[in-house]
């Protein structure tokens, strides 16, 4: 790799080329990494950096998240899981965005609840840290829109994919006349328009009905790369997929969202309890794990 940057030509082709280089350096900072191993906690942590050896576990993630069975309280659920993610990446440092969103009806305690978002997560091995938090989410609480206090289910999917660049996209051969790109105003809760302009682009690939779209840049082109690189993704994932059975998931016989395909089960009413059903791990501490705090859930994932 070193040699490929010597050559005079290298940088005649600039995307690879930025590409190439940034391996380059992720592997130095690797080596480095090693050689700095001092204590039994930095051995710990370069243990545990084995278990994300994936193709894009270094990478950006993606991640989604959509209200399921439970109408008003289902939306409010997905809005509280998007804080709890954003909490999660502030607490390790990585850089959280907001792709696109829509809303639901009705306000609570002054927020509208969330019908679907998508969310850029951009860190040192964001995706392969939260690749496993795809799934559905139960939500057992006091609904805040019960008049008589009743006890509710809420279940909200979330859904991890890599970002896939500009560039390794293009050679998914996806070619202009499979694209089907509408523009149009970006809008925000109560449909009033966080941008006068028309700006937020949606793209259907035509040939597997996936649908995508970006309405939080500032330019129309900007969120065409942002749509284009969620389609990617979803590629990507539709291809894996195809390759372990599960083409019929994506491709419009969605995942159930609600009993019998969830991953985590979090109960706040009658008791206080957070449990995953994967790996059995379980706390009580349910404002900690709302509040981002998702170790000891995301680590035994990994491990498993």
Request: charged content about 25%; glycine content about 8%.
């Amino acid at each position: 790799m070193t040699q490929a940057i010597q050559k005079p030509d290298f940088w005649q082709h600039q995307k690879e080329a930025v590409r190439v280089t940034q391996e380059l350096s992720d592997l130095q900072q690797e080596l480095s990494n090693f050689e700095n191993v001092k204590t039994e906690e930095d051995l710990k942590k370069m243990e545990f950096r084995v278990f994300l050896s994936g193709k894009y576990d270094k990478g950006t993630a993606l991640l989604s998240i959509m209200s399921g069975a439970g109408g008003q309280d289902a939306q409010d659920w997905a809005t509280i899981l998007l804080r709890m993610y954003q909490r999660y990446a502030d607490r390790q440092g990585f850089k959280t965005k907001i792709l696109d969103q829509s809303f639901g009806e009705g306000v609570v305690e002054g927020r509208s609840g969330i019908k679907s978002v998508t969310l850029e997560i951009a860190g040192k091995y964001a995706y392969g840290y939260l690749k496993k938090e795809s799934g559905v989410h139960r939500l057992v609480r006091i609904s805040p829109f019960s008049a008589q206090s009743l006890r509710h289910t809420s279940f909200a999917l979330v859904e991890v994919l890599p970002e896939i660049s500009l560039t390794e996209g293009e050679s998914m051969e996806v070619k202009p006349e499979q694209l089907s790109v509408e523009v149009c105003k970006a809008s925000g809760p109560g449909g009033q328009n966080v941008n006068k302009r028309m700006t937020a682009v949606k793209i259907t690939h035509l040939p597997t009905k996936i649908t995508v779209a970006s309405q939080t840049e500032r330019s129309l082109a900007q969120n065409k790369e942002s749509a284009l690189k969620i389609l990617y993704a979803k590629l990507y994932q539709l291809k894996e997929n195809q390759r372990s059975k599960e083409l019929a998931r994506i491709k419009g016989k969605a995942v159930a969202i609600e009993w019998g395909s969830q991953i985590r089960s979090y109960v706040l009413h009658p008791y206080q309890l957070i449990k995953d059903v994967r790996t059995d791990v379980e706390t009580s501490d349910t404002g900690g794990v709302l509040d981002g705090k998702l170790d000891v859930f995301i680590d035994a994932e990994i491990r498993t």
